[in-house]
């Protein structure tokens, strides 16, 4: 009985969540990217990060957020932006089971994104791994690239 | 009487089935026709009446079959159920509740009128009941066994229930009169105060009280998790703490400590079951499997009290089923074959649990046939594990381990038991992953011990903290066998590109932390080593520095760090800073290939120098030559001046320590130049039983390490054993009982009793030097000696007829080694009562061990010439007497 009420339920949610979506936005240098605020769980400063040799590059190391072990992720590597970046922030994101800081550097506004605005993202983008995207918005001044952290996450 | 354990269990039970049917009685109030509650209540009742009659309490039982009797009409259908059954069943349930609270306090039951008077009601309302339902269903749908049985029970005196009104009455009596014999004195005492309760508490409102409540096991894990933050909250206080001076700060914190530990403790405990819980199982698979290939094998379960975490326990289920249908499908022979070996047709197999430090072992043993290496090593050959001439040089221990390789088995055929795709590789998977560890110890023909070794629990270990490059790292202590302070410089051998670190003569490959952890090299902080072991083998990790030994809660690491072989997780040390925990079989795999690289090429070596053990020689110079001697025989070394020698009896002697001792000029019976006059000499003293000899020479040279290696063919004369080139110099090395026995062939004259026939020795000696020693010595005491250079030439030399009355043999020796020589010999007929004495230069309790386990019958070391004489006098008395009484 309750299964079947359940996708109902679930048609409601994303019916009223088609006008926005709530995004954090960040920078990493001049790029303004974004992640969907319900995968976001805090933003820290300067947490203790205990490296982990042998592990891939894009692995910084492993930190204790209050008992729990995360994984810390040089997010500039992980997507391969080519520009140099002092990240000083972690962005605590959970996507399943797995929870994950990625290290930024300066935190952006939070934004309401119409979803019908979200664009595909074009079949060619400088500067970093396209695959990583999940979509782009068109701000007045500059272009949101909006990472899936599901991408992010996968190993 | 009882168990008190079990009774306990039956109470738990009990007080759990009334809260049952006391929920589903007030369920069937509102829904009477459910046929589903009424079954429930009959299953409850029936096995509650079933352990009531098994411990004999048979108010108890009486009740609760008569409500049994009737749940059964009402669940059939036969009866309806009015407000009246349903009384009756409640004021049963009460009586029970009021029995069982009785029980609990008292352990026995209770004796009233009260209950009595209510069983006689009970049966005549169950009468009743049967005729309403003979009417209301025409004929008998009521099963007559049901009567029949209880009939049966009761002409046993079993029971005390009864079917018929007529004869409740006498028995009630009988039931009474039964239970007061039983219980005289007691009952009594306690028929004084029964009144008193029988009045003041109504038997409804008995109250039982709970001693056992059911956890979800969900809520503990989540509790012990709790725990596990606890401890680290306590550890980052009491550093914390620890900068400040207030003293009750101090104290409360200690007392908060203690509390910490005491709770993680207890709730620990909460996870502990005995490992009986798996054990149990084993007799039933035992005799299933037993049977099914026709073989006989005896059970025998110890320690099965010993508590493991409820998590291992059930990890650790599936690898024993596999270890114990190994045993039995692999090790254990068909009655007949075992008959034939001499053993009784029963096999034996141990399940034995205990502690030890910190640890659980869990052994597997049985008598069975044993592994054959040979076989083994064949397959492994067969299998491209090894190539045929990697495999002559394989120690026992590696040749083992190919078992735990995957695509590895021994059964020539498949069977149906053991061969289902589960290999030993599986096993020693699952075990290593609880942090645990797996040995195998087998003798051809006689059995094989699997050992485990598991940690306690899993969620809190003791681990020790080291670090490399200023990060702290933990390595579980279960893995840890010895610390050991070097200097990388001088103490790290090289071979090649790997390095190695001799333990005691016992070669460990050596991994660098730093390296293993991918840092580049010029890094010479390194100076603490850690040595761990793998369960088979050992390897040394150099660190940087060595701290405590702490408590740590293992957390597990991100899907990032899955495939780095390196780590089991990670953990928050008291300072809320993260160590990673190292995983040694990870770490001994970054080391693994090495470490053969380097045993092989030892083992080589090894063979090359004639396999022979080194031994502290003493160079010392007599006029121009050089003479070498086994440290090891000499008792004392001492410089004399020349004017104290004197001449007594046409004998050179001096006076040492109040005793006249004769001095031996090599020159006298050596074809050598001799002792140029000197002021001052040096003695080398020889003692033997009380007598004392001294060498005279001019001076000691050195003292040196090395195999006792020489060549015999250049100086073949009497006084020497042969000769070797040290330093540039030539050296003599003597045989210095010859030279004794030249100087005085009565020096050592033991008297032997029998000489009619003279008793002959098979030496098993790789080691010219040690051969003509010990030759030598042997035959003085009147001894026939033949040699065999090593296992494989004695063997044959026995083979070819030669019956010698006692056996020597050696250990290291190329070919064949000692011990596979003695297991050979024990399998043939004719040698397997020979005595065997092991002579050896190798020491240690493994070493003795082993050769006691391969069937030798005494084991003394090589230059100890006195002990080997008794120790042969000893064989040779036994084996005569045992040969007597034949």
């Known amino acids: 009985m309750a299964e079947r009420t359940l996708p109902v339920l679930k048609e409601k949610k994303t019916l009223t969540r088609q006008e926005t979506m709530p995004v954090v936005t960040f920078y990493l240098g001049d790029f303004l990217f974004g992640v969907p605020a319900e995968k976001v769980m805090e933003i820290n400063k300067d947490l203790d990060l205990t490296p982990v040799p042998l592990a891939p590059s894009y692995i910084l190391g492993i930190m204790n957020l209050r008992g729990q072990i995360l994984t810390v992720m040089d997010l500039a590597k992980r997507i391969s932006l080519k520009v140099e970046t002092k990240p000083r922030l972690n962005l605590i994101v959970r996507a399943d089971e797995d929870v994950v800081s990625f290290l930024i550097e300066r935190i952006g506004d939070i934004m309401e994104i119409p979803l019908s605005k979200l664009e595909e993202p074009p079949p060619k983008i400088e500067g970093f791994d396209r695959i990583y995207i999940d979509r782009i918005y068109q701000l007045p001044d500059r272009l949101l690239t909006i990472l899936s952290v599901e991408k992010l996450l996968e190993s | 009487m009882i168990d008190e354990d079990i009774l306990k269990d039956f109470l738990v039970e009990a007080k759990d089935g009334i809260a049952k049917m006391e929920e589903e009685f007030i369920e069937l109030e509102k829904d009477k026709h459910n046929v589903e509650i009424l079954k429930s209540l ?216 203690m509390v910490t530990t005491a709770l993680q403790e207890t709730i620990m405990k909460t996870r502990m079951q005995p490992i009986g819980v798996v054990f149990n199982k084993f007799p039933r698979i035992v005799r299933d499997l037993a049977r099914s290939l026709n073989k006989r094998v005896n059970l025998h379960i110890e320690g099965a009290e010993t508590e493991l975490d409820r998590s291992i326990i059930e990890a650790i289920k599936d690898p024993l089923t596999h270890l114990v249908r190994n045993s039995i499908d692999h090790g254990i022979e068909l009655p007949e074959a075992r008959e034939k070996s001499g053993k009784p047709p029963e096999g034996n197999l141990i399940l034995r649990a205990y502690h030890e430090g910190g640890q659980v072992i869990i052994e597997i043993e049985d008598d069975g046939k044993g592994i054959d290496l040979e076989k083994v090593k064949r397959k492994a050959i067969e299998k491209g594990f090894v190539t045929a001439e990697e495999a002559e040089r394989l120690s026992e221990k590696e040749i083992l381990s190919f078992i735990f390789k995957s695509g590895f088995s021994t059964a020539e055929k498949v069977t149906q038991v053991s061969g289902r795709g589960v290999g030993m590789d599986v096993v020693k998977t699952n075990i290593e992953k609880l942090g645990g560890s797996i040995e195998i110890n087998t003798l051809l023909g006689k059995g094989t011990t699997v050992r485990i070794k598991i940690p306690l629990t899993l969620a809190i270990i003791p681990a020790l903290i080291v670090t490399s490059r200023e990060q702290r790292y933990a390595i579980p202590q279960v893995s840890l066998r010895e610390l050991v302070n070097i200097d990388p410089e001088k103490d790290i051998l090289r071979m090649g590109d790997t390095e190695f670190y001799r333990l005691r003569g016992e070669i460990i490959p050596v991994v660098r932390l730093a390296r293993a952890l991918g840092y580049s090299n010029g890094h010479s902080k390194e100076r603490s080593m850690v040595i761990l072991t793998t369960g088979e083998k050992h390897i040394g990790l150099l660190v940087d520095q060595i701290y405590d030994s702490e408590e740590i809660v293992v957390k597990p690491l991100g899907k990032w760090f899955k495939n780095i072989p390196l780590y089991s997780g990670a953990t928050i040390m008291g300072d809320g800073k993260l160590a990673l925990i190292l995983d040694v079989v990870g770490l001994s795999q970054f080391a693994g290939l090495k470490t053969e690289e380097i045993e092989r090429s030892f083992e080589e070596k090894k063979h090359r120098a004639t396999a022979e053990e080194t031994q502290f020689i003493l160079i010392f110079d007599v006029g121009e030559d050089s003479f070498a001697l086994p440290l090891a025989l000499i008792s004392r070394l001492d410089k004399v001046r020349a004017d104290s020698i004197e001449i007594i009896g046409g004998k050179e002697v001096i006076i040492y320590k109040n005793k006249v001792i004769p001095i031996i000029r090599l020159e006298n019976y050596l074809p050598i130049k001799g002792l140029p006059p000197q002021e001052e000499y040096n003695l080398l003293f020889f003692s033997e039983r009380e007598k004392t000899c001294a060498i005279l020479c001019s001076r000691i040279v050195d003292t040196l390490e090395t195999t006792l290696d020489v060549e015999t063919e250049l100086y073949k ?24 026995e030249m100087f005085d062939p009565e020096w050592f004259i033991i008297k032997r009793e029998e000489e009619e026939s003279q008793v002959a020795i098979l030496l098993a000696e790789d080691s010219p030097f040690f051969q003509n020693l010990i030759t030598s010595y042997l035959t003085q005491a009147g001894f026939h000696v033949e040699v065999a250079g090593n296992g494989d030439e004695a063997l044959k030399k026995l083979k070819s007829g030669f019956r010698p009355d006692l056996i020597i043999s050696d250990i290291e020796m190329p070919v064949m080694d000692g011990l596979e020589f003695i297991k050979n010999l024990r399998v043939m007929p004719e040698f397997k009562d020979i005595p065997v004495l092991v002579l050896t230069s190798l020491t240690g309790e493994d070493v003795k061990r082993k050769v006691f386990e391969v069937g030798a019958n005494a084991y003394e070391v090589k230059l100890e010439r006195e002990r080997v004489l008794s120790a042969i006098e000893e064989l040779l008395k036994k084996s005569t007497r045992s040969a007597g009484t034949l």
Do not use: W
Not at chain 2, 239 to 251: H, K, N, S
Not at chain 2, 720 to 740: A, E, M, P, S, W
């Open chain 2, 717 to 740: 004369q009497p006084g020497i054993l042969g000769h070797r080139i040290i330093n540039q110099k030539t050296v003599l090395f003597l045989d210095i009982y010859k030279i004794i």
């Open chain 2, 42 to 257: 009959f299953r409850t009742m029936h096995s509650l009446k079933g352990a009531a009659g098994f411990f004999g309490f048979k108010t108890l039982e009486g009740i609760a079959h008569f409500a049994e009797d009737i749940l059964s009409k009402l669940r059939d259908g036969l009866v309806e159920p009015d407000e009246e059954i349903i009384d009756i069943l409640l004021k049963c349930l009460d009586e029970i509740k009021y029995i069982v609270a009785y029980l609990e306090e008292k352990k026995t039951e209770p004796i009233e009128d009260r209950i009595l008077d209510f069983l006689v009601i009970l049966s005549n309302f169950s009468e009743r009941l049967k005729k309403r339902a003979g009417k209301g269903e025409d004929v008998v749908k009521e099963p007559p066994k049901a009567e029949a049985v209880e009939h049966a029970i009761q002409e046993e005196g079993l029971s005390p229930s009864q079917e018929v009104s007529a004869e409740a009455q006498v028995e009630k009596e009988q039931v009474k009169q039964v239970q007061e014999e039983e219980e005289k004195g007691q009952a009594q005492i306690e028929r004084k105060e029964q009144p008193k309760e029988d009045k003041g508490i109504p038997t409804s409102q008995i109250q039982l009280t709970e001693t056992h409540v059911k956890v979800d096991v969900k809520l503990l894990d989540t509790l012990m998790n709790l725990a596990g933050e606890l401890v680290l909250a306590r550890n980052r206080v009491v550093q914390l703490v620890a900068r400040y001076t207030d003293p009750e700060l101090l104290r409360s914190v200690q007392s908060l400590s």
